[in-house]
Each structure stands twice: as structure tokens, then as C-alpha cells.
């Protein structure tokens, strides 16, 4: 065997490869990933309410997310649970809206432990008049076994600052410090993080920089392109926050 083929079966997750994103969907992605592999899930789904800012222009770039106006997500919950490891945690962001069907769905399967409130200091616009700001967003912290927390105790509510829009790739984008504090508080450096639904990249932005591998997948290529990039510059330049 020569080096670049050991090299190769040595990032090897079952039949695929770690520390890439592949542009495909991810159920089919993780039909690949062998039982009991992964170390950490950290995804943010689409929410299933067909998200789409108002106040952004409805450019090419920032079009309606696939797969937002169904329950795909549920489906994907189920190899989600089959590819974790033991005593190992999935990480799943929701909307309030919908936050309860997710809930249920994920507690078919997972110990649920806590909710994360990500406090993000400010909120969108919205129905001014009648509705309060939405200035925060649920993570769902589910177990398969029992995951141990890294590091001391945080409470559940974290003030990370949102990203400027300005700066955004995508319209769901996560700020990588969030992805970041998260990989540090449920995994340990070496560990395999997978994001399903990766968007613009930021879970294996911040795998990298906290020194975790990752597997990513994203349906859509115009977000699969900017991960690349994303990733191009994490890999070349060491910690960013980007
Ligand atoms: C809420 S966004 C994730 C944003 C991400 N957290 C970020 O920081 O950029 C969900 C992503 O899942 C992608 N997606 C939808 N269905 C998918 C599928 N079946 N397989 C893989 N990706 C999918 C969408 O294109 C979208 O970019």
C-alpha cells in the first residue's frame, strides 16, 4: 500500500472520508456512515417553516432554503441516532415555532438533557406592533447514553453576539464562536464532528479551529461552494472567527 492510500484509509469513516463536505444530500451521506462512528452531532436544519427573510431582497443567493417546507429533518433524526456513538451527544437547532415537533420527534430516540438558549443581543424585525423581538434561538441537547459536559458547568442560556448581516453567506448562518463553544463543552480534540445540514460551513470551521475532524453535507451547491471557501481559509490560516 503506498502513503497517500494509508493517508487515505486513515480518515476513513466507514465509506466516506473525514474532514470534507460533500455537496449531497444527507440522508444518503449517512446511509454510508457506519453504525456507532460519530462523536458529536451539531446541525441547525431548516426549520420546516419555509424560512425566508422578509427584509433581505430575495436574490439568488439568499433564496428559500431546500427542504424547508417539509419534515425531511425528522427522517434525518433517525440515522443521526444510529451513526452516534455511545454516550455522545447531537446537538439540534430549532425555531420556537416549531421547537415542539422537533422535541418530540428527537425524544423518540434520544435522552433529551437541556435545551441551550442562545442569547444572541438583539433581534429581527418582525411584526413590530404585536410581537416581542425574537432575540434568541433553542438548541436541543439530546444524549445517546450519557454524554459527559467538558470543563465546568455552564448554565443554559449563552450570550454570543449574532453575526453582522453584512457578513453573512447565508441566511441561517451560525456565528462560528457559538459552533465553537459548543464542539468544546460535548467533544474532545480528535473527535469526528458531523453536521448533516452544514449551510455555509461554519461546524467545520469550527471543528477545525477547536482541532476536531469533521464530515459535513449540503444539498445545495451555491452553500456547498462558499463552505469551500470558508474552509480554505480556516485550514490555511488557523483560528478565525469567519
Ligand atoms: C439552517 S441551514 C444551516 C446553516 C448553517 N448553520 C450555517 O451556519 O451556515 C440548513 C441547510 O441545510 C441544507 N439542506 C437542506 N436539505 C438538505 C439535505 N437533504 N441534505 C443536506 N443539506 C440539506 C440547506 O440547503 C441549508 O443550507
Known amino acids: 500500500m503506498n502513503w497517500i492510500m494509508q493517508i487515505q484509509l486513515e480518515r476513513m469513516c466507514g465509506k466516506l472520508e473525514f474532514d470534507i463536505i460533500y455537496n449531497q444530500d444527507c440522508i444518503d451521506g ?3 456512515i457506519p453504525d456507532n462512528s ?3 452531532i451539531v446541525t441547525d436544519p431548516p426549520y420546516g417553516i419555509k ?3 422578509k427584509f433581505r ?3 439568488e443567493k439568499f433564496a428559500v432554503l431546500k427542504n424547508d417546507d417539509n419534515d425531511l429533518r425528522f427522517v434525518s433524526y433517525l440515522e443521526m441516532f444510529r451513526i452516534l456513538k455511545q454516550n455522545a451527544c447531537c446537538i439540534v437547532f430549532a425555531s420556537w415555532k416549531n421547537f415542539a415537533y422537533d422535541y418530540m420527534e428527537l425524544e423518540k430516540l434520544f435522552s433529551i438533557k437541556n435545551t441551550i438558549i442562545w442569547f444572541k443581543k438583539g433581534g429581527g424585525m418582525g411584526d413590530l406592533k404585536h410581537s416581542l423581538s425574537t432575540d434568541y434561538e433553542i ?5 445517546k447514553g450519557k454524554c459527559p459536559i467538558r470543563g465546568k458547568r455552564d448554565g443554559s442560556v449563552w450570550e454570543v453576539a449574532r453575526m453582522n448581516p453584512n457578513n453573512m ?3 441561517t448562518q451560525k456565528p462560528t ?9 460535548f467533544s474532545d480534540e480528535g473527535d469526528i464532528v458531523l453536521d448533516p445540514f452544514i449551510g455555509s460551513g461554519t461546524t467545520a470551521v469550527a471543528a477545525v479551529n477547536t482541532n476536531r ?7 445545495d451547491e451555491t452553500y456547498f461552494n462558499v463552505s469551500l471557501q470558508r474552509l480554505d481559509k480556516a485550514e490555511g490560516k488557523g483560528r478565525m472567527n469567519i
Not at 438548541?139 to 444524549?143: D, G, L
Not at 464562536?177 to 463543552?185: D, N, P, Q, S, T
Not at 475532524?213 to 444539498?219: A, M, Q
Request: some cysteine.
Open 30 to 32: 449517512m446511509k454510508l
Open 139 to 143: 438548541a436541543i441537547v439530546c444524549h
Open 169 to 171: 453567506q447565508h441566511p
Open 38 to 40: 460519530i462523536d458529536l
Open 177 to 185: 464562536e457559538l459552533i465553537e463553544r459548543l464542539i468544546e463543552k
Open 51 to 53: 424560512y425566508q427573510s
Open 213 to 219: 475532524h469533521y464530515i459535513g453535507f449540503e444539498v
Open 57 to 59: 431582497p430575495k436574490t
